[in-house]
């Protein structure tokens, strides 16, 4: 079956720096998703990219999509406190209504 | 608009007893409802996906006798936890869809706050 992997599971970041986290499917997705956990939430959905090759932007975060649409990333510049919590990437295969999630990078801010 | 609500949002029970979640789509039709489960320090874990008005899909492991699933409408999604024991323990999570089947690529899946059962 499809699986997604994320890395890295944690990211320990000094506020003020960039970090990137990278999602890789082992087949082609039709569409890729990004979520976000704060600690004891709910994840909260982010965005979706569809194309290939798509980048978008929500003010200091950049998502892209691979152009083979297995892979995808998202760079946070400028870290701030409140960008902790746990990203998540989620993949829908080709006719399939499911989301595979990726394991997560856990995301923790030194001030 | 795409509110999905849990209820109730924190839950303690004895072991054996029975626990419902219900999860509701508060401004829209939900053609399908997701119930996933998260551990601790883990990510979530599809258990089943069900449709208004048809038997739920259930993940390879999941039992359905232990996990009912009910989607009688298209706003309410319930998960009765049957019998429940201490490794039941974790935190459920349910999302919904506006669309259906064979709309993969513009889904979108609307998760509500979760549950997080404790079984003692």
């Known amino acids: 079956g499809q699986q997604v992997m994320q890395i890295p599971q944690y990211q320990h970041v000094q506020e003020g720096e960039d970090f990137t986290t990278y999602c890789n499917s082992s087949?082609?997705?039709?569409?890729i998703q990004w979520y976000k956990q704060r600690p004891g939430g709910h994840p909260v959905f982010l965005i979706q990219l569809v194309k290939s090759g798509e980048v978008k932007k929500q003010k200091r975060l950049t998502f892209q999509f691979g152009e083979a649409k297995k892979n995808s990333s998202l760079h946070i510049t400028a870290t701030q406190t409140t960008d902790v919590g746990t990203y998540f990437c989620a993949g829908h295969a080709f006719n399939d209504y499911k989301l595979s999630f990726g394991a997560g990078t856990t995301v923790t801010v030194r001030a | 608009g795409a509110v999905v609500s849990q209820h109730p949002s924190w839950v303690i029970c004895k072991s054996g007893t029975s626990v419902k979640i219900e999860c509701r789509s508060l401004d829209f039709q939900a053609t399908t409802m997701f119930w996933y489960r998260q551990f601790p320090k883990q990510s979530l874990m599809l258990m089943a996906t069900?449709?208004?008005?048809?038997?739920?899909?259930?993940e390879q492991g999941v039992e359905k006798d232990k996990f009912l699933i009910n989607h009688a409408s298209l706003t309410l999604s319930t998960l009765t936890v049957t019998s429940a024991h201490p490794e039941d323990s974790s935190f459920y999570i349910c999302s919904a869809s506006k669309t259906g089947f064979g709309l993969a690529g513009e889904e979108t899946q609307y998760f509500g706050p979760g549950t997080r059962l404790l079984v003692l």
């Open positions: 069900s449709n208004e008005g048809s038997k739920a899909t259930y």
């Open positions: 087949t082609t997705l039709s569409n």
